[in-house]
């Protein structure tokens, strides 16, 4: 099956992992691509009015589509719902798509909208940089020592299935780095409502994370399906163009990135001798 860019520009992500590897003639796939001109429709739309309930009522038939083959089928028996294929995260990943353009349409400075790409996570003082893939997000492009890299300026990460404390910790851990190396880079947490941190937790267990991003209507509701919730999309938007706004392009100015210095020590020259990497 072809694949075509001008056909599919802002579903380009999804139709991708839907086609790649083996798979792509399977059943669900194939009904899957039977939506991509609806779904290419309701972004495209949704980038230009803004109006989230008219978008996530457009795309509901494929939504449900897909929640249903990632959570009512048996696990790891069809495409969809093998985790390591992305199908299914893709789709949500390119489900936010429009928020971000239209976050990065209404700022007072330029960004990149990133979707599944690498951005800096750490810089060194000698200009090395480590990067770390993000799922969706804004990013300034910053050249150090003639090189030019994308920073973060928006990261998310993106959590289907359950959220409990240990995922919501990992998350957040990534997320650090980020604030670590620029406190103004805002980082978000989205969920496919399955959260099931303890009720009792408190706010600390996020503690680098600025915005957890629920993208349906009832948490725990994940027996029968469960409708996106098209006010929090429109409430994300807001937030970020205010939030966004008030730091301005000085906040992401190369100046505010910290670097990190290394230690000079090689991790595998003790490993691979039999002895201790010692890290104090």
Same mark, same amino acid.
């Given at each position: 099956m072809e694949l075509t860019i001008k056909e599919h520009e802002f579903v380009l992500h999804h139709k991708q992992k839907l086609l790649k590897e083996d798979g792509s003639s399977h059943p669900?796939?194939?009904?899957s691509?039977?939506?991509m001109d609806t779904f290419e429709d309701a972004i495209s739309e949704c980038i230009q009015t803004g109006d989230y309930q008219k978008y996530v009522e457009t795309i509901t038939e494929y939504d449900q589509y897909l929640? $249903?083959?990632?959570? #009512?089928?048996?696990?790891?028996?069809?495409? +969809?719902?093998i985790t390591q294929n992305k199908k299914y995260s &893709? /789709?949500?990943e390119n489900l936010l798509y429009p928020i971000f353009v239209r976050v990065k349409n209404r700022l007072n400075f330029s960004?990149?909208?990133?979707?599944?790409?690498?951005?800096?996570?750490?810089?060194?003082?000698?200009? &090395?940089?480590?990067?770390?893939? @993000?799922?969706?997000g804004l990013a300034v492009i910053k050249t150090v020592n003639g090189n030019t890299f994308k920073f973060p300026v928006v990261t998310d990460e993106d959590k289907a299935g359950q959220l409990c404390k240990t =995922?919501?910790?990992?998350?957040?851990?990534? *997320?650090?780095? !980020?604030?670590?190396?620029?406190?103004? @880079?805002? $980082?978000? +947490?989205? $969920?496919?409502?399955?959260? $099931? +941190?303890?009720?009792?937790?408190? &706010?600390?267990?996020? *503690?680098? =994370?600025?915005?957890? !991003?629920?993208?349906?209507?009832?948490?725990? #509701? *994940?027996?029968? /399906?469960?409708?996106?919730?098209w006010r929090n999309f429109q409430r994300l938007e807001e937030?970020? @163009?205010? =939030?966004?706004?008030?730091?301005?392009?000085?906040?992401?100015?190369?100046?505010?990135?910290? =670097?990190? &210095?290394?230690?000079?020590?090689?991790?595998?020259?003790?490993v691979d001798n039999g002895d201790l990497f010692v890290n104090f």
């Open positions: 669900m796939i194939l009904k691509l039977e939506y929640w $249903t083959c990632n959570y #009512k089928e048996k696990q790891k028996s069809n495409p +969809i719902n &893709s /789709y949500r960004v990149e909208v990133i979707l599944d790409e690498p951005v800096v996570q750490v810089m060194f003082s000698d200009g &090395s940089v480590n990067f770390k893939n @993000v799922d969706m =995922t919501a910790q990992n998350a957040t851990a990534i *997320n650090g780095r !980020f604030k670590k190396m620029n406190p103004s @880079v805002i $980082t978000l +947490i989205s $969920t496919d409502n399955h959260v $099931t +941190i303890g009720k009792r937790e408190d &706010s600390f267990l996020l *503690n680098g =994370t600025d915005i957890l !991003f629920p993208i349906r209507e009832n948490n725990l #509701k *994940n027996k029968v /399906y469960n409708k996106l919730n937030l970020l @163009v205010e =939030t966004l706004n008030q730091k301005g392009s000085e906040s992401f100015d190369i100046s505010n990135y910290k =670097t990190s &210095s290394k230690s000079g020590k090689i991790i595998r020259e003790s």
